[in-house]
């Protein structure tokens, strides 16, 4: 297991992806004996909401792409005494048979899919009719002014940036389209806001503006210690905007997400 994902789940869940998973939980309303897919696991915590809600008598499975997200999830739930059936792939081609579940849960992931449509098309495949899928995805940038300044910041000293990707599917008309045209029905789609809290500044700072320097075309080619003081300098830029959003010695930031819902 990885320590970005040992990370995220000590830091990056508490603060903001366990809030937003009780949110998307509570709107799916799931049933005791139901069968429920968490698209896009990460470490789990939207699998590790719905369980007990579903009892004994139900599945839940979580799947995602990164095997060392997958580790986590599995030390977290056995950790709570949770009982989930874990798997590693592609949404595009997800290794279950039609008509197999009556709930999908994505939380925060569909931005991230190398085929949208496709993905979507294989949940409607192994959703069993009148089953229903929920969704949430980050509404745009121009909402997001931290992470408008960390994409301008990213772009400036690495010659990329993830986080335009994260914010791309902040427009609710073609999140519609994608839903419809991936045959689902009885599509709704709803804005919600959530302010989180970060206790350690500089820790939030580094998982934010942190990058792999085999992905950043500024990095290519350079020493260590000039790649570091790249990041230095990202990081020295970005002091100022992380100021502004602290309170009390915490980052204090809203967060705006639509989530979506429709049925098979």
């Not at 010659?159 to 599917?169: C, D, N, P, Q, W």
Request: glycine share 4%; charged share 20%; with cysteine.
């Amino acid at each position: 297991m990885s320590y970005l994902a040992e990370s995220y789940e000590r830091f990056m869940v508490p603060s903001l992806f366990a809030p937003w998973a009780t949110y998307l939980v509570q709107r799916a309303k799931p049933q005791l004996g139901e069968h429920v897919l968490d698209l896009a696991c990460g470490t789990g915590i939207v699998a590790r909401n719905v369980a007990p809600r579903v009892g004994s008598r139900g599945i839940v499975i979580g799947l995602d792409a990164n095997p060392d997200m997958i580790d986590m999830a599995r030390i977290a739930a056995k950790r709570d005494h949770i009982a989930i059936e874990w798997h590693t792939g592609p949404a595009e081609q997800l290794p279950f048979p039609d008509e197999n579940f009556d709930l999908i849960l994505c939380q925060f992931g569909l931005m991230f899919f190398t085929n949208r449509l496709a993905a979507l098309k294989e949940m409607h495949r192994v959703l069993r009719k009148n089953g229903r899928i929920v969704l949430s995805v980050w509404q745009g940038l121009d909402r997001h002014p931290f992470y408008q300044t960390l994409h301008d910041v990213s772009q400036r000293h690495f010659g990329k940036s993830s986080v335009e990707t994260v914010f791309s599917l902040g427009n609710s008309a073609e999140l519609h389209k994608l839903l419809t045209d991936s045959d689902f029905r009885q599509v709704a789609i709803e804005p919600m806001s959530i302010t989180a809290y970060f206790p350690r500044p500089e820790e939030f700072l580094a998982w934010e503006i942190d990058i792999n320097p085999a992905e950043a075309p500024a990095l290519h080619n350079l020493d260590k210690e000039a790649q570091q003081a790249i990041m230095a300098a990202a990081r020295q830029d970005m002091q100022s905007p992380l100021e502004e959003v602290m309170q009390e010695n915490q980052v204090v930031l809203p967060f705006h997400a639509h989530i979506a819902q429709a049925r098979k």
